[in-house]
Each structure stands twice: as structure tokens, then as C-alpha cells.
T-cell receptor, first 113, second 113 residues
Framework: DGGITQSPKYLFRKEGQNVTLSCEQN?????MYWYRQDPGQGLRLIYY???????QKGDIAEGYSVSREKKESFPLTVTSAQKNPTAFYLC????????????FGPGTRLTVT | GNSVTQMEGPVTLSEEAFLTINCTYT??????LFWYVQYPGEGLQLLLK?????DKGSNKGFEATYRKETTSFHLEKGSVQVSDSAVYFC????????????FGKGTKLSVKP
């Protein structure tokens, strides 16, 4: 089955630690995205990548980093510089310029204490 | 800039009631419009889409018509079920930002038996 996987589903970290969230897709999509969702809130774009080895900052990139070394993978690192990292993180992909609809993974809930 | 405005929730309905969730947008050019649904603890699922004026998207009994004259894309369903309880997001494709989606803040729907 084609789709997007995110792991783990739940993640717990101590303050001051970096943590990397995994996102893998087998849809052969060119574009991938990371969003943050806080309780009762909409989605805010963190980073996006339209093609391998290239990515751009979204609206709230501070305290986060990404890489896009492979088409199917777009890991997100939440660094210790992110002041309020506890949130629900969603990864998505799309065919990019062919079709703008995005397909989402199941999300990772990160709790930092 | 481009934006999406959704009616604020929560919306509470009885089973078999008629549903309308209002969505209006501001955009330059001719965006594609989408409705996504998010069940508790899960990622977003594409519910329906419309890519040009007067298009009607439909899926699982839900419908929305792309109205350019009123810049609206209201979501409707004739008879809701308890299983429709979720958060619904309206979104548009922002061609000025490489096709990135702009989301509304979401509307929580609760359907009571």
C-alpha cells in the first residue's frame, strides 16, 4: 500500500535534547512538508521541500532543521533552540506542480518535559 | 496575501441533521480548493477538492462547490452520522508559494446520537 509513515507515534524527551522525527513516503511524490499543530489550532508550516537536496523555511522554522537526501525521506529535527516543542507534528507529501493536494501521515505527538 | 476563513466551532448536531460549514477565501489568481478531515489523534485526510470555478467536489455524502463570485467553498452534508464527528479544514493551494496549501483554523463537528 502506498502512503506516508511517521514514527514513532508518541515521543517523549527531556528539555535540552534534540530529537528527530521520521517521515517516509512511497508515493513517488516530489514535494514533502512538515507542519506543527497545537491543541485546537490549525496547521502551521515548518519546512517544505520541492525536490531532493533542496528545502525552504516555512512560517515557523526557527528551532527546527530538516534534510532531504532521498526522495522518499524528509526527517525533521527539533532542536533545543525550539522554545515550546511539545506539539503534534504532521508530515505530508504531494506531486508538487502536477497536483497540489497533499497527503498526510498519521502524525507524531512530541512531549518535552 | 492569500487566506482562508472558516466558521468557528464547535458545531454540535443531532444525527441525520443537515450540515453546513462555511469557508471563504482570499486569493489572487485561480487557486484549487480542498476540504480535509481529521479524526482524533490522526493525520488529515483529503475529503474532497475542486480545481476551478463552479466545480463541485463530492465524497462520502459531503459536497462543496467552488464559487468564484462569492469566494466561497462551503462544505455540506444532507444527513450527518455520529462517525462524521471530526475536525474539518478548508484549504487553498497558493500558487505564489510553489503550490503550498493555506489552511483555515478548522471546525470541530460533534454529532450526537
Amino acid at each position: 500500500d502506498g502512503g506516508i509513515t511517521q514514527s514513532p507515534k508518541y515521543l517523549f524527551r527531556k528539555e535540552g535534547q534534540n530529537v528527530t522525527l521520521s517521515c517516509e513516503q512511497n508515493l513517488n511524490h516530489d514535494a514533502m512538508y512538515w507542519y506543527r499543530q497545537d491543541p485546537g489550532q490549525g496547521l502551521r508550516l515548518i519546512y517544505y521541500s520541492q525536490i531532493v537536496n533542496d528545502f525552504q523555511k516555512g512560517d515557523i522554522a526557527e528551532g527546527y532543521s530538516v534534510s532531504r537526501e532521498k526522495k522518499e525521506s524528509f526527517p525533521l529535527t527539533v532542536t533545543s533552540a525550539q522554545k515550546n516543542p511539545t506539539a503534534f507534528y504532521l508530515c505530508a507529501s504531494s506531486q508538487g506542480q502536477v497536483s497540489y493536494e497533499q497527503y498526510f501521515g498519521p502524525g507524531t505527538r512530541l512531549t518535552v518535559t | 496575501g492569500n487566506s482562508v476563513t472558516q466558521m468557528e466551532g464547535p458545531v454540535t448536531l443531532s444525527e441525520e441533521a443537515f450540515l453546513t460549514i462555511n469557508c471563504t477565501y482570499t486569493a489572487t489568481g485561480y487557486p484549487s480548493l480542498f476540504w480535509y478531515v481529521q479524526y482524533p489523534g490522526e493525520g488529515l485526510q483529503l475529503l474532497l477538492k475542486a480545481t476551478k470555478a463552479d466545480d463541485k467536489g463530492s465524497n462520502k455524502g459531503f459536497e462543496a462547490t467552488y464559487r468564484k463570485e462569492t469566494t466561497s467553498f462551503h462544505l455540506e452534508k444532507g444527513s450527518v452520522q455520529v462517525s462524521d464527528s471530526a475536525v474539518y479544514f478548508c484549504a487553498l493551494s497558493d500558487r505564489g508559494s510553489q503550490g503550498n496549501l493555506i489552511f483555515g483554523k478548522g471546525t470541530k463537528l460533534s454529532v450526537k446520537p
